[in-house]
């Protein structure tokens, strides 16, 4: 399975974007699939996850209530909203896929990931 990461640039704080990720494959609906974030100098940071058939989401804790993580599996595309975005929320972002949801906030849980997509949030 490949990804690709799209929707990224460059917002104001308080407003939204939403980031869209394609995948190519056919076990795409099946897949687990997640979003992360890096900013400079710090670790990879989950965000949220969602079930293959979409009907379980999670969320950490620094994006809940401002991100939505949701896919359309006819569309082989899983998408991040987010909503009131802060200058910390500044990174590259990206999605990744894989098959066990126990191992869903790991980095090390996710088989395949996109290439990244610059967020810039300014203050």
């Known amino acids: 399975v490949q990804l690709q990461a799209s929707g990224g640039g460059l917002v104001q704080a308080g407003g939204s974007l939403r980031l869209s990720c394609a995948a190519s494959?056919?076990?795409?609906?099946?897949?687990?699939m997640g979003w992360f974030r890096q900013a400079p100098g710090k670790e990879r940071e989950f965000l949220a996850a969602v079930s293959g058939p979409g009907g379980n989401t999670y969320y950490a804790d620094s994006v809940k209530g401002r991100f939505t993580i949701s896919r359309d599996n006819a569309k082989n595309t899983v998408y991040l909203q987010m909503n009131s975005l802060k200058s910390e929320d500044t990174a590259v972002y990206y999605c990744a896929g894989g098959t066990n949801w126990a191992l869903i906030r790991l980095a090390s849980g996710y088989n395949y990931w996109g290439q990244g997509t610059l967020v810039t949030v300014s203050s």
């Open positions: 494959g056919r076990t795409f609906s099946s897949s687990v």
